[in-house]
């Protein structure tokens, strides 16, 4: 290869890497912006997961000033029958799809997935 294409090779790398710190800024302030703005991104970031949402026969008053429990594991339960014998709606959010399969068919508004965890 002759130097001038070795030249333009260098030239472009070195262009490509200096642009990158400014593209990776730019990437999440462009996805909010498209996804206030675009509903066909909005419908393609839904997950298609049907234990991922709660289903659309969820009585509405349970959608507003319900506790969430995270995990319904040995400590989940606990607080779990504590709310059912206090009358206070609550939601649960298990990983375990087995165990949100299982307290959907007990009426139990439940959706499967964990928050995801964000470090400060």
Do not use: H
């Not at 909005?42 to 319900?66: F, I, M």
């Not at 995270?70 to 709606?89: E, F, H, M, T, W």
């Not at 649960?92 to 997935?113: F, H, I, K, T, W």
Request: glycine residues 6%.
């Amino acid at each position: 290869m002759p130097i001038e294409g070795q030249s333009l090779i260098l030239a472009g790398a070195l262009i490509s890497i200096a642009l990158n710190s400014l593209v990776f800024a730019a990437i999440a302030p462009a996805q909010t912006w498209l996804r206030a703005r675009s509903a066909l991104a909005q419908d393609l970031e839904r997950s298609t997961d049907p234990l991922a949402e709660l289903p659309a026969t969820v009585d509405q008053s349970l959608l507003t000033g319900q506790v969430v429990l995270v995990g319904y594991g040995r400590v989940g339960r606990r607080i779990a029958s504590v709310l059912d014998a206090k009358g206070i709606p609550y939601v649960v959010a298990e990983q375990n799809r087995e165990l949100v399969e299982q307290l959907r068919a007990r009426d139990v508004p439940a959706v499967s997935g964990m928050l995801p965890i964000r470090q400060c």
